[in-house]
Every structure is written in structure tokens, then in C-alpha cells.
């Protein structure tokens, strides 16, 4: 049963959050922790379906997952199977970045094709030219993946079209085990990215450039498990620092990490906010309308695709035309008729938005069409006029942990309702 939320706007945010793990490091961890034969520990891994899913994953591929509070014991001692079946590559792409441990410690892997997706076609082509310069070798089977390798990978210079994040850890969690020097150029730089190599390194990998755009791996003969803790989640603390602005509040998110957020801070401060790095994370506050702001999606350190949704729903109501420049995903626009249902002006053309700042936005049934885009719906409804009712709001606890209750915490007014209610109760 998919969940509605029901958010009165207009409550002010104030007090603070502690930020949870982050979830593109999390899944990427769980992933890279078959390579050990034994126990591996994740803390301050959030409890999101996006990591259950994982969790699944891992299961049936043989491995013992158990989770406590925060934490993960994974046991990958005993022998793998082979398949990632289409029901969890279809509830979670992410999946699919287990093809390069796989191969790693197994030399085979059977995953199922991801399909479409909301956002845009995702391929990934990358990911499969990186490993077959490896030595892998992929076919096709009814709609699975097959990768096998004759034998251990080896070493290869593998230079990406474009710094695909996937595509990147995916090489990286391959090339720890193969034979020789790795070079993956051309590579993503996100902050999970390095989180994940600081996991591998701890586990005995040999990686050396990752933050910059050439890495280079040595392959190991085997990893020991190790216990690592999962960096904080800059997209989540990025949504609330958005919605401390859209309430004209005042939230403290405890654990932020300010190096990692640089150009969404300097983009909130644009718009028009107060930014503190403090000791224990950051305060955001905002205490007038924002100014509009122009801004670029682009790989890090460049402004995340993962926040576009969000500081849109901010623009919305602010003073003046916000153009903002979609480079990293083709279709994430979708979420815009939704906002201007919501009564905001904006219009698309390709990957460029106008935003044309209204004064107000006004409550109306909406429905989140994905992970981001249902938090921008959030934002929206924070500010806006009367109850907003926001449908599908599965997608968002895919990646945001009891978002209610944080919102509640801070003062929002949130409430949870099962979609599908019997028309009365005996
Ligand atoms: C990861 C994040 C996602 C974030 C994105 C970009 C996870 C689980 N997800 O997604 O939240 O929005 O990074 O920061 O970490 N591409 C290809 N071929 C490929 C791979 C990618 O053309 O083989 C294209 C994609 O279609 C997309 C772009 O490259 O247009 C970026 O994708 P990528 O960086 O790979 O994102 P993900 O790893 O899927």
C-alpha cells in the first residue's frame, strides 16, 4: 500500500535534525562488502527501503545481513550465488552495483537490466565497457545480464565518456581484485564515491586520485573485512537546509558536512540565506522572501542533480526568474507540472527551466513521481497555502529516513495516511 502525506504549509521550521548516513554511500558499502570473505560492520547506515532492498540483494546472493539500530553486520564467508532478480534491479537500480564485486571474488554475475526510468533513459553502457576492458565478458539472456570472466580481471586503462558516479565505483570495485594497475580517467569525484575507496583501502585496496578525475587502482589478492562508518547524507541535509528556507526558518542540522555541500550553501546564500558552519554541522536560516537564482547541474563538486527538485520548489515563490540548467539527467523536469499545479509559473524548454518566482504557492493534490521530485513536492507543500496532499510518497522514503517525524520535530505539520482506506469501519 503506497502512503499519502498530508503537510498544512505555513508552519515554521525550527530547531535541529540529525543527519543520517548517506544513502548513495550506504548502498555502494553494502555492495563492496562481498569482496570479503567475513564480517564487515556499516554503522550510521539509514534505515531506508533503498538499503532493505540492498540488504535483499545481498541476500540472495548468499550473504548474512542483520541489521542493529544503525548498523549492518554483513557476512559474505560462504560461497555466492550468481542472480540479482528483476524484482529488486526493478525496485532499485542501485542493484546493479553489484556486478563489479561479483566479478571481482566470483567472476560471474546474472543481473537483471534495469528498466526505464522516470528520470531519464540511465544506461549503462559505461559501466559495461569499463568492465569488458577488464576482460569481462557480458551477453544477454531474457532480460538479464550475464558477466563472466574466463579468468581474474585484469588491469586496464578505461577512460568514462562522462564521470558517471555508477559506472566509476562500479570499475573501481572491480579493478581493487584484477591483475595489475587500473586507470579509470575521465572519473566521478563524488564525496560517497571517496567514502566507498576509504572502505576498499580499509579493507586492504591499493586506490590512490580518488577527489580527482584520474584514479588509479592496484589489484589486491584478498581484503580483510573491516567496520566503517557511512559519511553524512549531503542530499538529505541539503533538503532540510531548503526547507528551513521555504519556512522562512531557522534548522540546525547536526553531522552536515559543510566541504561537502560548498556550492548549495553558496547558492542558498545567493538566494538569500544565513549559513553558520558550526561545530556540530550547519544552521540555516532565512528571514525574507529569497531572490531568484541561477544555477547548473553538473557532476561534483559542480550544483547535484539530486537537489535540482528541491531548490526549484524554493524559486518558485521567489523575487524574480530563476533559469536553471539540467545537465546530469535528461527528463528531470517531469516534477514541474506538479508545482504548477501547486500554482507556481514555470516553464521548460529542453534542460533549461524558467522560474518565474510567485508570491505564494497554493495546496492541491500531487503525486511524487520519484525519489527527488517527491521531496521537492514536500518543500512546496511546506510553503504553501492550506493542506497539500501528496501521494506515492513511497518514493520518498526510498531515500529519506522518517521524514515525518524530522519535519514534525522541527514544527511542520505532517501526517501520514494509507492510500487505499476502507470506505468505513465496522
Ligand atoms: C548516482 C546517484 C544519484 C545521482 C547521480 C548523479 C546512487 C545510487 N545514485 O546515480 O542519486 O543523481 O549519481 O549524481 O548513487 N550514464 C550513461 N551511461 C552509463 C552510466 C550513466 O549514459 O553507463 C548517464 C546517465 O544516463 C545519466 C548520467 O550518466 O544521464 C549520470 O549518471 P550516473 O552518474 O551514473 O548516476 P548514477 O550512478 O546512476
Redesign the pocket.
Known amino acids: 500500500m503506497v502512503d499519502r502525506l498530508l503537510i498544512t504549509g505555513g508552519r515554521r521550521l525550527a530547531g535541529q535534525i540529525a543527519v543520517g548516513g548517506a544513502?548513495?554511500s550506504a548502498?555502494?558499502v553494502m555492495a563492496a562488502s562481498l569482496l570479503a570473505e567475513g564480517q564487515t560492520g556499516i554503522r550510521n547506515v539509514p534505515n531506508i527501503a533503498?538499503t532493505r532492498t540492498m540488504a535483499e540483494v545481498l541476500g540472495r546472493l548468499g550473504a548474512g545481513v542483520e541489521r542493529r539500530d544503525g548498523s549492518l553486520t554483513i557476512d559474505a564467508s560462504g560461497p555466492l550465488g550468481l542472480e540479482t532478480p528483476y524484482e529488486l534491479v526493478r525496485r532499485m537500480?542501485?542493484s546493479i552495483?553489484v556486478l563489479g564485486p561479483m566479478l571481482a571474488r566470483t567472476g560471474r554475475a546474472r543481473v537483471a537490466m534495469p528498466g526505464g526510468c522516470n528520470i531519464?533513459?540511465?544506461?549503462?553502457?559505461?559501466?559495461?565497457?569499463g568492465l569488458e576492458r577488464m576482460g569481462a565478458q557480458f551477453s544477454y539472456d531474457h532480460g538479464y545480464l550475464v558477466a563472466e570472466a574466463a579468468s581474474r580481471l585484469q588491469g586496464a586503462v578505461v577512460s568514462l565518456?562522462?564521470?558517471?558516479?555508477?559506472?566509476t565505483?562500479n570499475i573501481m570495485m572491480a579493478a581493487v581484485s584484477a591483475v595489475g594497475t587500473t586507470v579509470i580517467e575521465n572519473a566521478?569525484r563524488?564525496p560517497?564515491l571517496q567514502d566507498l575507496a576509504d572502505f576498499l583501502v580499509a579493507m586492504g585496496a591499493r586506490i590512490e586520485g580518488v577527489g580527482t578525475p584520474t584514479i588509479e587502482i592496484v589489484g589486491v589478492d584478498s581484503f580483510t573485512p573491516t567496520v566503517h562508518p557511512v559519511i553524512p547524507d549531503r542530499?538529505e541535509a541539503g533538503t532540510f537546509a531548503l526547507a528551513a528556507c521555504v519556512t522562512r526558518g531557522d534548522v540546525s542540522l547536526r553531522g552536515a558536512r559543510a566541504d561537502h555541500l560548498d556550492l548549495v550553501l553558496a547558492k542558498l546564500e545567493e538566494a538569500g540565506a544565513s549559513i553558520s558552519v558550526e561545530e556540530a554541522g550547519v544552521r540555516v536560516a532565512m528571514d525574507r522572501r529569497p531572490s531568484a537564482v541561477d544555477l547548473v547541474t553538473l557532476?561534483?563538486p559542480g550544483f547535484?542533480?539530486?537537489l535540482q527538485p528541491p531548490i526549484m520548489a524554493l524559486l518558485a515563490t521567489a523575487e524574480g526568474t530563476s533559469i536553471i540548467t539540467e545537465n546530469?539527467?535528461?527528463s528531470r523536469f517531469m516534477f514541474v507540472d506538479e508545482l504548477n499545479r501547486m500554482g507556481a509559473d514555470i516553464r521548460t524548454e529542453g534542460h533549461h527551466a524558467v522560474v518565474r518566482g510567485v508570491d505564494r504557492l497554493s495546496s492541491a493534490p500531487v503525486r511524487a513521481l520519484d525519489l527527488?521530485a517527491g521531496a521537492a513536492l514536500i518543500l512546496a507543500a511546506l510553503g504553501a497555502d492550506g493542506v497539500t496532499e501528496i501521494a506515492d510518497i513511497g518514493h520518498v522514503d526510498r531515500g529519506y529516513e522518517d521524514i515525518d517525524s524530522k519535519l514534525s520535530a522541527l514544527g511542520a505539520e505532517v501526517s501520514r495516511q494509507p492510500s487505499f482506506q476502507p470506505a468505513f469501519s465496522p
Not at 565518456?161 to 555508477?166: E, K, L, N, Q, T
Open positions: 544513502k548513495n548502498l555502494k533503498d537500480r542501485a552495483l531519464g533513459r540511465r544506461k549503462i553502457d559505461l559501466h559495461i565497457r565518456d562522462f564521470p558517471s558516479v555508477g559506472a565505483e566521478a563524488e560517497e542530499i557532476p561534483y547535484p542533480t539530486d546530469v539527467f535528461e527527488r
